[in-house]
Structure formats: C-alpha cells, structure tokens
DNA sequence: AAGCGAACCTGGCTGC
DNA sequence: TGCAGCCAGGTTCGCT
C-alpha cells in the first residue's frame, strides 16, 4: 500500500476524527498483526487523549496524554475507514451506517465525538505499538531511521554523502529506510524516472566523480521532493482497492509516467523509448533504458 | 559488512 | 468453471 503520500494523506483523514478527542473504547479482535500487540494495548489507550497525529516516515504517531505514543504502520494491506455516528439510539450507544464487521477489521477505536475508526488490514503486514513519547526517537522502530524526504535536509550533497561508496543499484539504495526513510517502490521509479536516472546504475557513481553528478544528485533530490508533494497533494495513489479514510480514492495513480506502464511508450518528449518492468531485488521496476541513464 | 533472496499473509487476476 | 501460478504499496531475517 502505502509509502509516505498515503500515510500522510490517512493522517490528515483521521486527524479531524482523533485530535483532541478522547479514546472511549478500543477494540482489538486478534493478538497480533505482524507483530504481536504490546501488553494491556487497550487498557493503555481507553480513557486516554489523542493530542496528536503526526507522521515519521511510513509511520502514524499519536500522542496520548498518558505520555505514551501510539505507533502505527500499514505494511501492505493496511486500512482506516472513519465514520461518524448518527442520532444516539435511547440506550445511549451510537448508532452508524454500517454493522463494522467485515473480515480482517482487525482494531476499532471509538472516539468521544462518535467517530469510529476501523483498521482493516488483510495481510497483517502492519502493526501497532505503544512507546513511552519521550523517547519515540530512540524505539526500535525509528531508531537508526534515514531522513525524512520532505525535510530540508535532502539535497544533492546530502544523497552524495549518504550513497558514497555505495554498490548497491540506486533503486535499492533509494529504498534503504536507513537512509532516507518514507520512499516506496512506486515513488522511486516515478523519481527516477523523472531524473533521468537509472535504476541498474550503481548508488555510489552519483558521488563518485562529485563535481560531475552534482547536477544530477541535485536533480534527484528535487524530484523525490517534488513527486511526493504532487502525490500528497493529489490524495495519494490508489492501486486496487487501497482507498482514504473516507471511502474516496486518492488520485495519483493516473499521474504515474511508468509504475504499472510496462510496454507503453516512454512519456519523456522526444524519446522513443518503452517503458520496461524489471526486477531488482524481488520487486518489480518499471522504467525506461533509452532516457534513463 | 554489504548485499542479496526468502519469508511473513491474503486476495485478486491471468492463463491453461 | 476451476484451479494453479503469479503478483502486490513493506519490512526483517538469514545466508553468503
């Protein structure tokens, strides 16, 4: 599913939901999802402020007044679907469209303003954790975690660095969450793509003569910049079912120039190139030889 | 130590 | 129609 558009753009779909709102009760139907749940999850959250929703990476931050952090990743299949309650029936309880339980709706969170928040999550490539806030920086999930491409830290020299020696296939070296963390394998062919890079060359090579790819190294870091903001402003990308927390899906996807465009014509003008899927460590790329170099 | 491939799990699509 | 095989947005483990 979801690289860092996606997460952000279920961020911003939960946080009118959460923020500033208390957890009332908190549903977990299964012990574990990738991992399993940390002990006594739902007593730790009932009762407890969400005062936060921030995102690092691929991950959901929710900080609670309890001085702990809630930790959440979507892995592949992951899902929120938010809905707000109608009328309250005469016994007190919510009442909403919907029954709320399809298969693999895996945690429910019930919010004070009746907003019910369900993750759904096939695959059970995601998970949840509970850290103390204070030092989310130093948890196992995030500590040793690259930089965040949107910051201002990313920059030409900065990926000069960071590859510099590196034999590794950029591709695989832009996929390194230790280096920079929150690019997936649809935003690194689109990235790549649009710099005029291949996906084979070595990671270490745009370093490797400074002066001479400085240009390039420098062109890469705007595009990752610059394809992740167009795509979080486009509501990420929806591939099969994958959807926002409100049902609607993000559009990105019709802007892909070669992710899932194998055999179609190179969209550079001027080339007369095909774009080609590839497969580099397991996974597929999709890219073009003619303009990527 | 870096750099691969496999594993985790389910569902959807393709082709025989 | 049925079923085997392949593929999927991510991360981690284990082997060279």
């Known amino acids: 599913m979801p690289e860092l558009p996606e997460v952000e753009t279920v961020r911003r779909g939960l946080e009118p939901a959460m923020a ?3 957890l009332i009760k ?3 139907r299964r012990k574990d999802l990738r991992f399993p749940f940390p002990p006594h999850f739902t007593e730790r959250l009932e009762g407890q402020r969400v005062m936060s929703l921030s995102r690092r990476a691929k991950y959901l931050v929710l900080d609670l007044s309890s001085g702990e952090a809630l930790i959440m990743h979507l892995g592949m299949s992951g899902r929120f679907t938010v809905e707000m309650a109608g009328e309250k029936s005469p016994l007190g309880e919510f009442h909403y469209e919907t029954a709320g339980k399809a298969p693999h709706d895996h945690v429910v969170f019930q919010m004070e303003n009746g907003a019910r928040i369900t993750y759904n999550d096939p695959r059970r490539f995601g998970f949840m954790d509970l850290v103390p806030s204070a030092s989310l920086a130093q948890s ?3 500590k040793g975690m690259g930089i965040e491409p949107l910051g201002n830290a990313l920059d030409g020299e900065l990926i000069q660095t960071l590859f510099a020696d590196k034999k590794t296939p950029l591709k695989a070296a832009l996929l390194d969450q230790r280096l920079i963390a929150g690019l997936g394998n649809i935003y690194v062919c689109e990235a790549l793509h649009r710099s005029g890079l291949s996906p084979k060359r070595r990671a270490g090579t745009l370093a490797s003569n400074r002066g001479a790819m400085r240009g ?3 062109l890469l870091a705007a595009t990752i910049r610059e394809v992740l903001t167009e795509a979080v402003q486009a ?4 591939l099969r079912d994958y959807a926002q927390t409100d ?3 993000g559009y990105f996807q019709h802007r892909f120039r070669v992710y899932d465009r194998e055999g179609e014509k190179c969209p550079t003008p001027s ?8 497969v580099q460590s397991g996974r597929s790329t999709f890219y073009c030889k003619t303009c990527q170099k």
């Open 26 to 28: 908190v549903e977990q």
């Open 216 to 218: 390039k190294a420098a």
């Open 247 to 249: 049902g609607s899906l």
């Open 140 to 142: 196992k999930h995030f």
């Open 20 to 22: 500033r709102q208390r």
């Open 271 to 278: 080339c007369t190139g095909m774009i080609q899927r590839i």
């Open 235 to 238: 509501g990420g990308s929806s």
